[in-house]
C-alpha cells in the first residue's frame, strides 16, 4: 500500500524545484511512475510533509547566508548587493545625490492620478503629455488638459513632471523609457524562485543570470549590422518617414526641415536636432536622417557608441563563476541571520497580482 509519505519521498526533490506543482500533477505522475492510483487527499498529505521539512530547512538556509556570501566574493570579487529599501527614496536621492536624475514610472503615476476621480477618459492626454519630447509641446498639451478639467490638471502637476515627462529628461544615458517595463519582466523572471527557500531562491536566480549572460552573447553574434535588431527596427522607420520632411541647406552643418505646419533644425556638427529625440535615445530622428541623406551621410555613422556592438559585448563581458556547493562552503564566525517570524494570515494566501478596478478581467479559454 502506498502511504502519502512514500509519495513525499518520491517527489520531494520534484516538490522542492516547483513548489507551485499541482495535486492533479502529482496523482498523474503517481499513476505514471509508481503505477499506482491514489487520492487527492493522500498527494495533500504527502505535498504537506514536504513543505513542513523544506520549512525546517529554513532555519538552516538562513544560518548559511553569511557562508554563501563569504564564497560569491572569494569567487567574484567587486560584487555589488542591492539591498531593499522602504519607501522615500526620492528624499533621500535629492539629498545625497542632488545631480543625479530619478525617474518615476509613467504607468504608476497615471495608475494613481486616474483613481482619483473619473479621469480615465484622460488617458490619451496623459500619455501625449508623459511621450512628448520639447518643453513648447509639454506646455500646449497640459493647457489643452487645463481647459478640459482644471482639477485633473492640479492633481497631475503635483507630480514633478520632472520625472516621468520625456520633454524633461536628460540626454546622458540615451533612454526615452518613461516606465517600469523592464524591471516588471525582470521580476516576472524569477517569479518561480521566489516561492523557494532563501538559498534556493539565490541560487536559481545566479544560475540564470549566468545562463542570460552567455545568451546575450551569443545573441550579438548574429547580427549582420553594427547595431542590434530593436534599435535596426526603431532606425528603419525613422529612415522610412525621413522621406516625407522638405529640406533647406544652410551650406555647412545646419538644417531646416519643413512638413505642413511642422518645422524642426538640425546641426549635425553638434548633433543636435530641435525635436530633442536624436538627443534624448542618440538613434538619429527622420529629420536627421533626412538632413544626412540630402548631403550623402549614412545616418548608421551617427548613430550613438552605446548601441554598438562593441559596448553590448562589453556590457556581458564579465561573467559571473561557477560555485561549489554548500557542503564545501568555509565556515565563518559572523552571527547567523535568523529567519523572519512567519506570520500566518486568514484565509488562503494571495498570490494573484491585484487588479485594478477597471482592468479587464481574464476569462478562462473558451470563456470569451
Known amino acids: 500500500m502506498v502511504t502519502a509519505t512514500m509519495i513525499a519521498q518520491h517527489f520531494e526533490a520534484t516538490i522542492k524545484d516547483y513548489p507551485k506543482m499541482k495535486l492533479r500533477e502529482i496523482q498523474r505522475r503517481c499513476a505514471s511512475e509508481m503505477h499506482v492510483n491514489v487520492t487527492i487527499d493522500c498527494c495533500y498529505r504527502a505535498k504537506k510533509i514536504v513543505k513542513e521539512k523544506m520549512a525546517g530547512n529554513h532555519k538552516e538556509e538562513f544560518g548559511l547566508l553569511w557562508d554563501y556570501a563569504h564564497k560569491l566574493r572569494s569567487k567574484m570579487p567587486g560584487n555589488t548587493i542591492k539591498m531593499a529599501v522602504q519607501r522615500g527614496l526620492d528624499i533621500a536621492i535629492s539629498d545625497i545625490l542632488p545631480r543625479v536624475e530619478h525617474r518615476n514610472c509613467a504607468r504608476h503615476v497615471f495608475a494613481n492620478w486616474s483613481r482619483r476621480k473619473l479621469w480615465k477618459s484622460f488617458e490619451c492626454d496623459f500619455w501625449q503629455i508623459a511621450k512628448c519630447t520639447t518643453e513648447r509641446e509639454w506646455e500646449d498639451l497640459c493647457s489643452a488638459l487645463e481647459k478640459k478639467d482644471k482639477d485633473a490638471y492640479d492633481n497631475l502637476m503635483k507630480k514633478s513632471p520632472k520625472m516621468w515627462t520625456r520633454a524633461f529628461l536628460g540626454t546622458t544615458c540615451k533612454s526615452d523609457i518613461v516606465d517600469n ?188
Open 181 to 368: 517595463n523592464l524591471c516588471e519582466a525582470s521580476n516576472s523572471s524569477i517569479v518561480e524562485a521566489r516561492f523557494k527557500s532563501i538559498i534556493k531562491m539565490l541560487e536559481d536566480i545566479r544560475t540564470k543570470m549566468m545562463t542570460r549572460i552567455v545568451q546575450k552573447r551569443k545573441l550579438c553574434n548574429g547580427w549582420k549590422q553594427n547595431y542590434g535588431l530593436l534599435v535596426k527596427a526603431k532606425f528603419d522607420a525613422n529612415k522610412k518617414d525621413c522621406v516625407e520632411w522638405q529640406l533647406i541647406w544652410n551650406g555647412e552643418n545646419g538644417c531646416e526641415l519643413r512638413k505642413g505646419s511642422y518645422q524642426y533644425t538640425v546641426n549635425l556638427s553638434q548633433r543636435i536636432c530641435s525635436c530633442r529625440r536624436w538627443q534624448i535615445i542618440g538613434i538619429p530622428c527622420s529629420h536627421t536622417c533626412a538632413a544626412m541623406y540630402h548631403l550623402w551621410i549614412q545616418p548608421d555613422e551617427y548613430l550613438h557608441e552605446y548601441y554598438h556592438i562593441d559596448m553590448y559585448k562589453k556590457a556581458y563581458s564579465f561573467p559571473m563563476q561557477p560555485i561549489n556547493g554548500p557542503h564545501d562552503w568555509e565556515k565563518t564566525v559572523i552571527q547567523p541571520v535568523l529567519p523572519p517570524i512567519e506570520r500566518k494570515m486568514l484565509r488562503r494566501p494571495k498570490k494573484n497580482r491585484r487588479m485594478a478596478k477597471d482592468e479587464p478581467k481574464k476569462l478562462k479559454p473558451g470563456l470569451e
